[in-house]
């Protein structure tokens, strides 16, 4: 019989409504009932394309015995930390502190008033490595529930105190200068992985957001060892195992630091960070590469994560089925050299394994390999390479294919949105943009709808329960305002203002320090608020980067004040722990470029309106359109000049001349 979650819109919490486990999404009712029952709460968050996630349901929520005992002496409560992200990071954050690591699942034990008192991740149906079984830790937390419950509460006190200290140091006064910027710049060369590219050793993540601010110092400043950290751990990547060399787009991470073994998940986020970072580093050097990747995972995430509403799909799951249908991890994506054989015939085999670097002994798990381009062939047969890549693709496309998570994350698409509408006004391919702006009014009618806040998620066109959190105001704001940048059309201008108010009204709070939560959101034990980067811009940067944006089209003050309040945080951190405030310190390049304001009076798609997207000024901001019914703000009393299309570039209120010459108008952008 299907238990509560059975009436959620979360594909995760749906793959656990026919456990035995008699689970409650998180809700004020569960607790309520674990105070009337006098019983702890066990607190499970996960997501739908966790491996681990999976393991631990098959082992022990599937299993009659141990959801028996978890329904006797628990109130099981069951979370999708990408829907509410605002739980995960509080108790995560717990997690972190009692014993050094976190990761999914997160397994976390609760009194009835939402306070931690025991911790863990993964436990296993029986004790291994010096780890307790599930069955053991339940065991012991009921015991110390019952017979030691004034301990259970200390604990639980002392936590939930601990939490409430750690309060922000957000960089006091000022902005993030000059000299923040170059110490930044110094760590992260120290970081840098002179061998393979990217950042730290492995499990090793795609720095897209580094990347970005790379990109930007380089625009502003000339500073070549700034690019060519970017460029080639970009290269690396693009010729590793953590991208698909066939179908496009990026695995989750490399689980080496060569860029070779992915954890083979493919996220929305990482796809939509990466088309737009390979995007504005083709704008920088012109690469072939980086066009090609751009391209290609911009494709890979209208074919495979498009939804049938026009949002995009939150995952494709790292595992599926194997030939003897095994549900095992990369099966989809890896290659044997009889497998090669199978689909190419010999000669075509014995050059898509050299040229692909797949060996007899395998890079992979039981002699497969992951495709890669190791770069030894020598010079290739473009046409043959073609070939090969298409009769592999439709091959595997024969295969069971992944699990795909289908609920729309607010945040996630409007990353989404500001990589397809850039990727598109750069290589000319109007459908991208198009299905940048289907995902838009998907937001704005679904998940903006009636109630004028962002709701976080949605799934089938049907709005989920949580509020949007500071990252999908933030992300949506700035993907808004890419579109508007692209199409000419101020709507989308409008719709970032009204997300922006938003942030000022519910989730700014003194000294310019923003918190990943509204005012009027839900109270937990701790108001969360962190302003470093995960796998996407902190919400906190993202937010600032938006409110920059647009102050600079609309000459707003209070978002400018705004932003630069929020800033005072990457003077803080920048220096410090640089390789997590990327998106941070390239907010703060746009701050100290201007950013630049850029109308073009004259038509959208233009020669001229082209050359200002193609801009390399860091954060400059594009306005288009012709005669009076101009859409911007920028585009007031602008002019055209002797009747010919026209820009104006403007930064710290001073304009240089306007110029109809599109040559002219690419040296003023030129950073």
């Known amino acids: 019989m299907a238990n509560r979650l059975a009436q959620t819109t979360s594909p995760y919490l749906l793959q656990h409504a026919d456990n035995p486990v008699d689970w409650w999404p998180w809700s004020p009712e ?29 082992e022990s929520f599937e299993d009659d015995e141990t959801a028996a005992y978890l329904n006797a002496h628990f109130v099981p409560v069951k979370v999708d930390r990408e829907e509410r992200p605002d739980v995960d990071a509080v108790y995560m954050e717990a997690v972190q502190a009692a014993t050094g690591h976190g990761g999914w699942p997160m397994t976390v034990f609760l ?100 990347v970005e601010f790379l990109l930007r110092h380089y625009a502003r400043t000339g500073a070549e060892g700034a690019l ?62 980086a066009r090609r990747i751009a391209l290609e995972t911009a494709d890979f995430m209208v074919r495979e994560l498009r939804t049938a509403e026009g949002g995009f799909a939150s995952a494709l799951d790292a595992d599926s089925e194997d030939a003897d249908g095994r549900h095992v991890e990369g099966a989809y994506y890896v290659w044997t050299p009889e497998q090669l054989r199978e689909v190419l015939g010999e000669d075509d085999a014995a050059f898509a394994a050299a040229y692909f670097g797949v060996t007899e002994e395998g890079t992979f798990e039981e002699g497969a390999s992951v495709l890669r381009l190791p770069g030894d062939a020598g010079p290739v047969d473009a046409a043959r390479v073609a070939g090969v890549r298409a009769r592999l693709l439709a091959a595997r496309d024969e295969r069971p294919h992944p699990g795909r998570d289908d609920k729309v994350v607010a945040a996630w698409n409007g990353l989404a949105i ?55 105001y933030g992300d949506v704001a700035e993907g808004f305002l890419a579109l508007a940048a692209v199409t000419g059309e101020g709507a989308w201008l409008e719709f970032a203002g009204f997300l922006l108010d938003i942030v000022l009204e519910q989730f700014t709070g003194e000294g310019g320090q923003l918190y990943d939560t509204a005012h009027d959101a839900e109270q937990l034990i701790r108001r969360p608020q962190d302003p470093t980067d995960s796998a996407t811009p902190s919400g906190w940067t993202a937010a600032a980067g938006a409110l920059l944006s647009y102050a600079a089209y609309t000459g707003s003050e209070a978002h400018r004040t705004a932003a630069e309040g929020a800033l005072g945080v990457v003077k803080a ?4 722990v640089p390789r997590f405030v990327g998106w941070g310190l390239a907010v703060a390049e746009a701050l100290l470029d201007g950013p630049r304001e850029v109308a073009v009076a004259g038509p959208v798609g233009g020669e001229l309106h082209r050359t200002a997207l193609l801009g390399r000024a860091p954060g400059a901001v594009v306005a288009a359109g012709e005669g009076a019914g101009a859409e911007f703000p920028l ?36 950073g």
Not at 139 to 155: F, I, K, Y
Not at 656 to 661: E, I, N, Q, R, S
């Open 30 to 58: 569960a607790f309520e009932e674990a105070r009337k029952r006098d019983v702890p709460v066990l607190l499970s968050v996960g997501y739908a394309s966790c491996h681990w996630c999976h393991v631990m349901a098959h």
């Open 635 to 670: 585009l007031v009393d602008r002019p055209l000049m002797g009747g010919e299309p026209t820009a104006y570039v403007c930064r710290h209120f001073v304009c240089v001349a306007p110029t109809t010459d599109a040559g002219e108008l690419a040296a003023k952008l030129g």
């Open 418 to 472: 500001a990589a397809l509408a850039e990727t598109g006004a750069y290589f000319d391919r109007p459908d991208l943009v198009e299905r940048a702006t289907e995902a838009a009014d998907l937001l704005v009618r679904v998940h903006l709808g009636e109630v004028a806040r962002l709701t976080r998620t949605s799934k089938d066109g049907r709005a989920g329960n949580n509020a949007g959190v500071l990252e999908d």
């Open 111 to 210: 009194t009835p008033d939402a306070e931690p008192f025991y911790f863990g991740t993964y436990f296993p149906p029986e004790p291994r490595h010096g780890s307790p079984s599930f069955q053991q830790v339940l065991e012991g937390v009921t015991v110390a529930w019952t017979d030691r419950r004034e301990e259970v509460a200390e604990v639980a006190g002392r936590i939930v105190a601990d939490l409430a200290g750690r309060s922000l140091v957000h960089g006091g006064d000022g902005v993030p200068g000059e000299s923040e910027v170059a110490q930044a710049l110094l760590g992260l060369t120290r970081e840098y992985d002179e061998q393979h590219g990217g950042f730290g050793g492995a499990p090793k993540f795609p720095p897209a957001m580094v």
């Open 228 to 289: 060519q950290m970017a460029a080639d751990s970009c290269s690396a990547m693009a010729r590793g195992g953590i991208y698909d060399q066939l179908g496009g787009g990026f695995a989750r991470y490399s689980v080496d630091r060569e860029w070779i073994v992915p954890h083979f998940e493919k996220m929305l986020y990482d796809n939509a960070l990466l088309c737009r970072v390979y995007a504005h580093l083709w704008r920088a050097t012109g690469s072939d590469e």
């Open 573 to 576: 951190l920048g220096p410090r």
